[in-house]
């Protein structure tokens, strides 16, 4: 007591800034003291864990590795597996268990098939993980109805359907995506009847997931994309543009040209991606006779139409835009009048030094 007395004498001489910095140096020293002591505590903890996460996963991977080679040809479950079974069921309940365990099936499922896969679902069902992930679907919080949704998707439970679906209208568009890809993923194109009623916007990145989940099966019957097509949501028309290029769908021609028409410009720019695609030469004529009337957009996609579709006849009028404003254009028109008519492109050459770029024209006749 004497000394800590004496001490606080001594430091009262300073200057206050000297005092204030002698406190701050104290209690720095301090709480570096006891950081470095809580960072070890943490460091041991997290240790401990990943001890414990690797010896449960050693545990549980020859478990459930058990129960896939014990089934019996009956399809029925064998003794050996109820007990594998009730084991896990008193596990499950502990949140650090069932994260282990459902990342050692799911790793199972996809490296299994057939009668294994249909084992592993019932081994799903019947430890209770189902009536985890459906309990997360009752959640408040986005986020975790979100990652429900993602786990009954990975393990293709196409039983929770019904519960799934209604969050397709979901506020936040992270469960609205999961919702998506959870019917396209189980229900194919028969789970794009969400499409029907859509009001929300799908994103571009949403379409792209949506259509490499769809491109993963084979043999496959496209349904009737006509509605989609005629939507009132812009995004939902683009998807379908989208499935009529990639799925072939010629029998759509008809509305596409309708869509020629489209208040929105980017769906008409798209139209005439597929038609070019699709070899629709009746929307060639119907271009060709409004061309003035286009965006400068859609006149160069028009042009590559044309260099897909072009036949004699067209010749008239690609001279008349071999010296368009735009060098897109101009490019285009030297290499269609090219391919239809060589002796009058190679006739070009004065014109073509007057009027335009020469080079446009060296380059087109070397290619």
Known sequence: ?????????????????????????????????????????????????????????????????????????????????????????????????????ISIIYNLMNEVSGEMSDSIKTL??????????????KNKNWYIIAKGIGELTRFKIGEAHDDVAKFITHQRSEVRKETQLYLVNLFRFNGLTFLNDLKTPLSEWAQVQLLETLQKFDDQQICDIKPWLKSSNNTVVLFALKLAQIYNQFEVKDTLIELLSHNEKTI????????????????????????????????????????????????????????????????????????????????????????????????????
């Open 268 to 367: 008409r720019l798209q139209v005439i991606e597929v038609l070019t695609h699709l070899y629709g030469i009746e929307a060639k004529e119907m271009l060709k006779a409004n061309f003035n009337n286009l965006s400068l957009e859609e006149q160069i996609s028009f042009f590559g139409l044309l260099e897909k579709l072009v036949v004699p006849s067209d010749e008239p009028f690609v001279e008349k835009h071999l010296f368009h404003k735009n060098f897109e254009i101009q490019l285009l028109a030297l290499k269609i009048l090219k391919s239809i008519n060589l002796d009058k492109f190679m006739g070009l050459n004065k014109k073509v030094s007057k009027k335009s770029n020469p080079e446009i024209f060296k380059f087109v006749k070397n290619i």
């Open 124 to 137: 799903y069902f019947k430890t209770g993980l189902y009536n985890y992930a459906q309990n997360r679907l």
């Open 1 to 101: 007591m004497i000394i800590n007395n004496g001490i606080l004498e001594y430091i009262e001489k300073f200057p206050f800034l000297v005092q204030l910095a002698y406190i701050l140096s104290c209690v720095l020293f301090t709480a570096i003291i006891v950081l470095t002591i809580y960072l070890k505590i943490i460091r041991s903890s997290l240790r401990k864990k990943h001890e414990i996460r690797v010896k449960l996963k050693a545990d549980y991977e020859a478990l459930l590795i058990e129960y896939l080679y014990s089934g019996d040809e009956t399809n029925e479950i064998s003794e050996i597996q109820e007990l594998i079974i009730n084991k896990l069921k008193k596990v499950i309940h502990s949140k650090f268990n069932r994260k282990i365990i």
